[in-house]
């Protein structure tokens, strides 16, 4: 090439190059990443949507590619993005919402890095009132119990009973404590009843049991003695609380006191129960209690009987049993001196009540205890009836009036290793923590606190 021509071509590229920048058009309408004039629009602005679980659709179109997105993990967006000048339907599928309240989500949708657009999604609430208890156990006396509704709407109460009232009957949004009182049960038996609580629709039903006080003796038997626990205090005179160390017996982990404990008691008397609350302490000892009526006469013979309510939990050991009046324990050792277990039952075995008869020749040490289990449906957490009937030639014991053990003194034997209940014993009532048989398959702690509930002890004697 000569150096003339090849002097010309070059100065024709120079001169070409403003037209090749300008390939592409007027970068004002270029949705480049950053770029101001991006546009997005939506159809519809918003979404809204009940509280069940839904499928909701959103059109998008932008000038620009974009991408969706959100930080609501109750939210998921099929697809995530579109092409500029596309309507694309976005699917926005929503999770029941099981909450109390309303929820929000922002759809955010992004171009170049930046948020163009946010739509918003609100789902709304079931309106819901829920109270703390299912049911209501209360005693024979005028008594109160309480409950707390916990709501997200208006709410009110209502009874079939006349005999309950409740305070406040209405409430709304947030935690409400309900007062409930019912006069006193001057029938027979338990009388039972319903509490509706109502929230919009929502109807809720709370199941109210009231027992009776009134004192059914077994035929040729007379009231000698009883505690109905409708004193506010567990009576000194009648009863002797036990104070011992942990292992004292049976390697049971309890510390069993009559003082108070980090403001709580062992053993309270309130609403017409007693109740003996096994806890643990700040000290991280577990406290519980144990009491006994009368140990220093009892009683020779008799219909001794109980109801009961036993707690929940692996480690409770609850019991109700019996044992011999002043005992010179040098002569007359455990278990030579006899021992009556009413009943008992252990959290381990949930609702299987037992009965034991204990002696020097039959003993569970010697695994020649006579004794008997039953299954007894909602002994944990309900009131059922526990009963001895002890005469100079037997003993039975009963579940809600059905034979649970009897044994004999012509079938065990006339000896006092065989058979010593011949002279007077005591009822005991406690509730223990671990040990040989409470602790058989070990314990749970995060059962505690939990309550044994005695509505009462009688004793009756033949007339």
């Given at each position: 090439m000569k150096?003339t021509?090849f002097?010309i071509?070059i ?19 270029d949705p480049?990443?950053?770029?101001q ?12 949507t ?7 659709e959103?059109?998008?179109r932008g000038?620009?590619d ?5 930080d609501?993990?109750?939210v998921t967006l099929?697809?995530?993005?579109g092409?500029?000048?596309?309507d694309i339907?976005v699917?926005v ?7 109390m ?8 949708i ?5 948020t163009?657009k946010?739509?918003t999604?609100?789902?709304g609430y079931?309106?819901k009132?829920t109270p ?6 209360m005693?024979g006396?005028?008594?109160?119990a309480?409950?707390?509704v ?6 009110s109460?209502?009874?079939d009973?006349s ?11 947030g ?6 009182k ?12 319903s509490?509706?609580?109502v929230?919009?629709d929502?109807?809720?039903e709370i199941?109210?049991?009231q ?6 003796a077994p035929e040729?038997?007379?009231l ?16 002797t ?9 049976n ?11 980090d403001?709580?008691?062992t ?5 017409g129960?007693l ?6 302490g700040?000290?991280g000892?577990i406290?519980?209690?144990?009491m006994n009526?009368r140990?220093?006469?009892g009683?020779?013979?008799?219909y001794?009987?109980a109801?009961?309510?036993?707690p ?9 049993w019996?044992m ?6 040098n002569?007359?050792p455990?278990p030579?001196c006899?021992e009556i277990?009413i ?9 299987y009540?037992?009965?034991s008869?204990?002696?020097g020749?039959?003993?569970h040490?010697?695994?020649?205890q ?10 944990e957490?309900?009131f ?6 002890w ?9 809600d009036?059905?034979?649970q053990?009897r044994?004999t003194?012509?079938?065990m034997g ?9 002279y ?6 406690n509730?223990?923590?671990g ?14 606190p939990?309550?044994m509930i005695v509505?009462?002890?009688?004793i009756?004697?033949?007339?």
């Open positions: 150096k021509n002097i071509w100065f024709s590229i120079i001169a070409s190059f403003p037209l090749m920048a300008s390939c592409g058009g007027d970068s004002k309408d480049t990443p950053g770029n004039n991006v546009t997005v629009t939506t159809t519809p602005d918003a979404l809204t009940g509280p069940e679980a839904a499928v909701l959103l059109t998008v000038n620009a974009w991408a969706i997105r959100t609501a993990d109750w099929r697809p995530s993005g092409v500029k000048d596309t339907k699917q599928s929503v999770k029941e919402n099981s909450a309240d309303e929820r929000n989500a922002t759809l955010d992004v171009s170049g890095g930046k163009i946010s739509v999604l609100r789902q079931v309106t009132a703390s208890v299912k049911s209501i156990t005693g006396q005028a008594s109160s309480s409950f707390t916990t709501a997200n709407a208006d709410w109460l209502t009874s009973a005999w309950l009232s409740m305070t406040p009957a209405k409430g709304g949004k935690d409400t404590v309900v007062e409930v019912a006069s006193e049960n001057d029938q027979n038996s338990t009388r039972e009843a509490i509706y609580l929230c919009g929502d109807k809720t199941k109210v049991a027992l009776s006080d009134a004192v059914e040729g038997y007379a000698v003695w009883s505690d109905e626990f409708n004193a506010g205090l567990v009576p000194s005179s009648d009863w609380i036990e104070n011992w160390a942990p292992g004292h017996v390697n049971e982990l309890q510390t069993y006191t009559s003082k108070e404990v403001g709580k008691r053993l309270e008397v309130k609403d129960f109740y003996i609350n096994c806890f643990k700040n000290d000892k406290y519980s209690g144990r009526a140990p220093n006469t009683w020779l013979y008799g001794f009987e109801r009961i309510n036993l929940k939990g692996k480690g409770t050991w609850p019991a109700f019996m011999p009046s002043n005992v010179d324990w002569k007359n455990w030579y006899g277990d009943m008992e039952e252990v959290g381990a075995n949930p609702n009540v037992s009965s008869l204990h002696t020749n039959y003993n040490t010697k695994g020649t006579k004794t008997h289990e039953m299954y007894c449906a909602g002994a957490g309900e059922h009836v526990y009963a001895c009937e005469t100079e030639e037997e003993i039975v014991t009963y579940v009036g059905k034979v053990l044994a003194k012509a079938s006339a000896d006092h290793d065989s058979w010593p209940f011949h007077a014993f005591y009822p005991i009532l509730l223990a923590w040990g040989d048989w409470g602790g058989y398959k070990g314990v749970d702690e995060n059962a505690l939990v309550s509505d009462y002890v009688r009756f004697q033949k007339k």
